[in-house]
């Protein structure tokens, strides 16, 4: 089988994967030697071209083998390995050396890994089943210092290069793009804003992650706040309906499942996601759907509910249903009860119906919560009206 290294050695230098899919941050990975099951001399050839194919994709740095074997001496025990027989005369390992590495213990892995300021690590084995080739990859969590999961391809010797290892390459870039989506939007975000990523750029790189972690509600919400960032700058319509595209689906997932995510996108962008839905509705003419968005926030989204019973009660008293604005004004005012405007609204409510006590009420705390000389000189000029 000598024919298959030399073979997979020249696909090192031509392969190429087509999927792209640079993040803010390449992850630095550490790939162990094979434990070789197979006797075709696939222990560092399989880790060499997985190399190649996981720095392709842009979002991996792979530590060269040199450096690993550098590093190797402080984690394995010095009378497990002759360390004056580490190095050969052309630079590889003897078979019994590569076969104690590939079978360190995910605790020294772990260790290995920190040492060379990696954020994953991978070993793994390679057996022959009939015809067929079957490739068992562990990846180990340096910072977290477990095992974040597994993966398994098979196929004939001749496909390992072409098909099997780019197919498990594949798999651990698509896992790890998982685990680190919510971080990696949140880079793919701070570019834009520091305009290293243009607004095109930073849409296609979010839409591929949330292609991969499918409906992750902190995707949508990074999705989000470009939306809203480019929208404050110029108005577009086509992005208003994508603000609503994307709000309306987190609104419908925190229906369901609440998750803090959501939650530090938003907080830290410093956009009130739902108002800025509920404003598009208002300013399209639609209030229904105002109400509704506003409704739905103050139910499942626990920032600026106050705001919110406010926005509502504005919407109903413009549709002239006063009862249900007044209402709204109120549950505001039990959220943040010195806010002036809403007690002076309900003052002017309660004045057309003609109830002097709860205008007074309303109108003295206008004055004990106002912010400006000239609020306080309205409301005082009311309650001597009243007096009088």
Not at 366 to 371: N, P, T, V
Request: hydrophobic share 40%; charged share 30%.
């Amino acid at each position: 089988m000598g024919y298959i290294r030399i073979t997979l050695i020249i696909f090192i230098f031509v392969i190429f994967v087509n999927h792209k899919c640079e993040a803010g941050k390449r992850y630095k990975i550490v790939i162990l030697p094979f434990k070789d099951n197979t006797h075709m001399d696939l222990a560092e050839t399989i880790p060499d071209i997985l190399r190649s194919l996981v720095t392709q994709t842009g979002y991996f740095e792979a530590v060269e083998r040199d450096k690993i074997y550098e590093m190797v001496t402080t984690v394995i025990p010095g009378d497990a390995i002759k360390i004056d027989n580490i190095t050969q005369k052309d630079g590889a390992w003897t078979a019994e050396q590569v076969d104690l590495f590939s079978r360190l213990d995910t605790k020294r892995v772990q260790k290995f890994g920190k040492k060379l300021r990696a954020d994953y690590a991978l070993k793994g084995s390679v057996s022959q089943i009939g015809n067929s080739l079957r490739i068992d990859a562990e990846m180990i969590g340096v910072k977290t210092k477990k095992t974040l999961g597994f993966a398994t391809v098979e196929g004939g010797p001749e496909e390992l290069s072409s098909n099997i290892l780019k197919e498990l390459s594949d798999k651990i870039t698509i896992f790890c793009r998982g685990l680190n989506a919510y971080d990696d939007a949140l880079k793919i975000i701070g570019l834009y804003n520091q305009g290293q990523y243009t607004f095109d750029v930073s849409e296609k790189k979010l839409k591929e992650i949330l292609s991969i972690t499918e409906d992750a509600v902190g995707i949508r919400a990074a999705l989000m706040v470009l939306y809203l960032s480019t929208i404050h700058n110029t108005e577009d319509a086509i992005l208003e309906d994508k603000v609503i595209e994307e709000g309306e689906s987190i609104l419908n997932h925190l229906d369901q499942n609440f998750e803090e995510k959501a939650l530090e996108v938003f907080l830290t962008s410093g956009f009130d996601p739902f108002d800025e839905i509920a404003k598009i509705y208002t300013k399209r003419g639609d209030n229904d759907k105002a109400i509704e968005t506003y409704q739905k926030a103050i139910s499942i989204y626990p920032m600026n509910i106050a705001g919110h019973y406010k926005e509502l009660g504005l919407l109903y008293l413009k549709d002239g249903i006063e009862d249900k604005a007044v209402q709204a004004f109120e549950k505001s005012l039990e959220k943040n009860k010195g806010n002036y405007e809403v007690n002076f609204i309900l003052a002017s409510i309660f004045e057309k119906r003609n109830n002097p006590d709860k205008v007074r009420k309303h109108l003295e705390e206008c004055i004990r919560y106002a912010r400006n000389v000239e609020d306080i000189k309205t409301a005082k000029e009311k309650i001597d009206k009243l007096t009088h």
